[in-house]
């Protein structure tokens, strides 16, 4: 384990749950998206992610992740959707399979084609199993995925352990960015049930009470993307925050 994940460590060791504030490049100016990487950060968030579905200019990836780190502390942390979300500015990448996508590139290519890259720009690799439920929005078809039916909790328990088995110390279930229901409940409790590392959901996720759901049922940590793009996220994002905190932590071997 690298700093940053330590880090990461460190703050789900204090508060039991943290909260992951995600920042879709493609959608903001620098300036747009330091501004609200501070106020993120305000909000007591344990980092930022910074990447996107289709994001693909990585001048402007560049442009984002500088002017983010001139204004926060937290942690910098790449979310990307293919080699052209490798950055040098940045603290850390989710070096991420997409487990459940038909197409190998997604699963192993892109990795190693990007792998030099993120050794060259000593960025710390963090190791995600990625999973898409449902349709997985954007990156349900970016990421040609076969979808585990949200009714089939028990499809997505057996990925997870898989991931586990593969000693990826994370799994992030997505249900897509900007969907309107994130992973059910049931979900991330059967997740829970077989997958004993860090447990990550996001997608869909704005209010205090999905925040809650989700945490209680078992994920550790949550990514917040599309709330962001309210001007008044505050008060919902400080909420979430607060809420998650709130709920017991799960035995979970780090
Ligand atoms: C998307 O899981 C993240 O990859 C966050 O989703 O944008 O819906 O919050 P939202």
Known sequence: MGPIERRLQRELKKWGKICLA???SENFTPEKASKIAKKAENCDVAGILVGGSTALDQFHLKEVVDEIKKVVTLPVILFPNNVTGICPSADAIF???????E??????????LGALLVWKYKLEAIPVGYLVVGSGGTI????????IPPSKPSLAAMYSLAAHYLGMRYVYLEAGSGVTSHVSSDMVRKVREFYKGNLIVGGGIRTKEDAYEVTSAGAD???????LENEFFEKPLEEIVNVIRSVKSHDITR
């Open 140 to 147: 349900g078809f970016i990421g040609k995925v076969r979808g």
């Open 95 to 101: 070096f991420m399979s997409l487990l459940n996508s």
């Open 221 to 227: 940590i949550i990514v917040v993307g599309n709330l």
């Open 22 to 24: 995600l920042i879709d």
């Open 103 to 112: 197409n190998p590139y997604y699963i192993a290519e892109a990795q190693a």
